[in-house]
């Protein structure tokens, strides 16, 4: 009886949701598990331009999904934007299954 976080592809299989004329993209986060998840962060890292940023999400529901938004750092599509989603970055949430908090993937420029 734990929470379990996981970010989300889309209906194509890729983490890599753009928005707004890809100056940003969009995270969906579930949580799988059977409780609800108490407060978490999830960051998205764009690798060689740092950091995009992090999201804290207060609590999510066993089988609910949350959506985030984050900047898509400029020059990153060079020609295309590799990132990795990490869910729970910090840690701070107890889930059945730790190790599937993490997504890597690529926005094609």
């Known amino acids: 009886m734990l929470p379990d976080l996981v970010p989300v592809p889309n209906e194509n299989g890729s983490f890599c949701n753009k928005t707004d004329g890809g100056r940003s993209f969009i995270v969906t986060v579930k949580n ?3 409780v609800v998840a108490g407060l978490f ?4 890292d764009f690798y060689k331009y740092g950091k995009s940023g992090m999201s804290t999400t207060a609590m999510l529901d066993a089988g609910d999904l949350v959506q985030l938004k984050f900047l898509i750092p400029p020059g990153c599509h060079d020609p295309d ?3 990795k989603i990490t ?3 910090d840690d701070v949430v107890v889930e059945s299954d730790e190790g599937n908090n993490v997504a890597i993937d ?3 420029g």
């Open 87 to 89: 869910v729970d970055v």
């Open 41 to 44: 962060t999830t960051e998205v």
């Open 81 to 83: 934007c590799e990132f």
């Open 32 to 34: 799988q598990g059977t």
């Open 106 to 108: 690529t926005c094609l």
